[in-house]
């Protein structure tokens, strides 16, 4: 039902690299027509180009949403191009890490309704995680259309407030490479014990998208999860008295220095 809107007054993309071209993707598969959808991207794909979507061919007088997709070096000079569409009915909509909802305001004006949010790469495979926040001038019914846009990557959820950003770009937006990291560390200790690296490789990667994908699907806590694995006496608890009594503090301690470097950029 929000994406009728859409449908019918329109949405801008301003850029479409791999997190944009994603979101579309989920839109076009969701029902938006291609032709409700303008696309700015100096630098657009095949794909793109094939999509049916109005590409670099200027923007509606007044769409449903923008969507702010550019780098966030790059937003300085690319947000001037939908200026003249602030302080209206258009929802901006911005998957931007460091740039505050402030930020936005001083350039679209202060009764502009925006929602930022902080996506993560598991969208490309539809996987994703969305934490979305708004300012004082969107609504139930345009914080609901946020909300949907962003679902057609994977999974959503609404912050008390933009002060909780930074901890979400530490665990969810920054979290895929930790655990990116995680299967080169185990695929190293296997080859440490004697196997070889492309059979190391194979066997951390599908451990780690396998257990990811149990936690996923089971009604279990991630703590009963791991307890299940885990025998009296047996191999695997052998291993988590090595990891537990660091990893916690380890994952604590990064997660931090994260969130710490999110501020410094918003600032």
Request: aromatic share 2%; net charge negative; proline share 5%.
């Amino acid at each position: 039902m929000a994406l009728e809107r859409v449908a019918r007054d329109g949405l801008v993309l301003l850029g479409c690299g791999k997190m944009g071209t994603a979101l579309l993707t989920g839109w076009l598969k969701a029902g938006v027509p291609a032709g409700s959808v303008w696309v700015i991207e100096p630098n657009p794909s095949d794909w793109l180009r094939a999509s049916g979507v109005h590409l670099n061919d200027g923007v509606p007088a007044a769409p449903a949403v923008a969507l702010l997709a550019v780098k966030p070096q790059m937003m300085g000079t690319a947000l001037p191009v939908l200026q003249a569409l602030g302080n209206g009915g258009t929802l901006f909509l911005s998957i931007a890490a460091g740039t505050t909802i402030a930020a936005f305001e001083a350039v679209l004006g202060d009764r502009t309704p925006i929602v930022r949010t902080m996506p993560n790469t598991p969208a490309m495979v539809n996987r994703g995680i969305t934490a979305l926040c708004r300012n004082a001038h969107v609504g139930d019914e345009a914080m609901a259309l946020a909300v949907a846009l962003m679902a057609a990557v994977g999974g959503t959820v609404i912050l008390e407030g933009e002060h909780q950003i930074d901890a979400v770009t530490a665990v969810s937006g920054s979290g895929p490479a930790y655990v990116f990291h995680l299967i080169e560390a185990l695929a190293a200790a296997g080859e440490a014990e004697g196997l070889s690296p492309a059979i190391a490789l194979q066997l951390a990667r599908a451990t780690v998208t396998g257990a990811g994908e149990l936690a996923y699907r089971s009604e279990d806590s991630a703590e009963q999860l791991r307890v299940n694995v885990t025998s009296p006496g047996g191999t695997t608890a052998a291993a988590l008295a090595v990891l537990m009594p660091e990893l916690t503090g380890l994952m604590t301690r990064a997660v931090k220095a994260a969130a710490d470097r999110g501020r410094e950029l918003g600032r």
